[in-house]
């Protein structure tokens, strides 16, 4: 059988590869998918607790749909946004995108 | 001595970290969006092993069928933007490489902290069949999840509304003005 250690250490492995594409990458669109890997990691970690903590109870796979949910409306969001920022700018550089930044 | 079920493991969790690390690496957006499709598909094996076939189906068609989908629309919607040749990391990227392998190194130290992390997983007492249903009638039972299950339909409607507002094109002389 695999222990639960396994599972927990690839999710902070791809959190922390996440981490790394949200903070280093200038593309907007990079940063998206960095954040999906990060939500991606989280739910695994759910699902996992609930595997081997709480196996008897519905609340771990409950609380993995709902993130899913969450992530579906982040990517549209934030993908709409992107296109609207490109149409205006004609960029989506992070560090281009400065209009509010004083 | 590794079982089978171990081996699967180990061969797919190298695949989903390697593909991962591509995702954040690659210097074009439609290799970095495939990659991201191997991640999720290799998250996707780890919900089957982990008997969470339901949310493994939901991976695949929610990530994959969806999103990655819709990712790569965008790139493609906006390559002329950032081109392969351009800078893909910022100047901060060290730090960036500092927080993360911290990040990383910390939770490895506290879980080594933690009790029952050696634990296996105990035997299910359902049946996958059972257990969807279960999962089912949660999310519909006034007395259980009921609540969250309506937040997250609002949530997707508000994003859908939303989406198509930021989205929409406007007006003309208001984008050439800005342009100016």
């Given amino acids: ?102 | 001595m590794l079982t089978l079920t171990q081996i699967v493991f180990l061969v797919a969790a190298a695949i989903t970290l390697l593909a991962a690390f591509m995702v954040v690496t690659s210097r074009s957006m439609v290799h970095a969006a495939l990659w991201l499709i191997m991640t999720l598909a290799g998250v996707a094996v780890f919900f089957v092993l982990l008997n969470a076939g339901f949310l493994a189906v939901v991976q695949v068609a929610v990530y994959i069928d969806a999103i990655a989908i819709m990712i790569i629309v965008v790139v493609m919607l906006t390559r002329h933007s950032m081109g392969i040749q351009d800078r893909q990391k910022n100047k901060t990227w060290w730090a960036a490489v500092i927080a993360a392998s911290l990040l990383f190194g910390s939770l490895v130290l506290m879980f080594t902290q933690a009790p029952l992390l050696g634990a296996e997983a105990p035997a299910l007492t359902m049946g996958a069949e059972a257990m969807l249903e279960e999962l089912g009638l949660a999310l519909v039972d006034v007395d259980r999840y009921i609540v969250p299950f309506e937040v997250a339909s609002v949530l997707l409607l508000a994003a859908l509304v939303g989406s198509i507002i930021v989205a929409w094109p406007g007006r003309k002389s208001q984008d050439q003005e800005d342009e100016s």
């Fill in chain 1, 1 to 102: 059988m695999i222990p639960l250690s396994w599972y927990i250490i690839l999710g902070a492995a791809l959190f922390s590869i996440g981490i790394y594409g949200a903070l280093a990458r200038r593309n907007a669109l990079a940063i998206l998918m960095a954040i999906e890997l990060m939500l991606n990691a989280v739910n695994l970690n759910l699902v996992a607790f609930w595997r081997y903590l709480t196996p008897n109870m519905v609340a771990g796979k409950v609380f993995a749909l709902v993130v899913f949910t969450v992530a579906a409306a982040e990517a549209a969001v934030g993908l709409a946004l992107i296109i609207s920022i490109y149409r205006r700018r004609h960029t989506i550089a992070v560090e281009e995108i400065d209009m509010m930044k004083w």
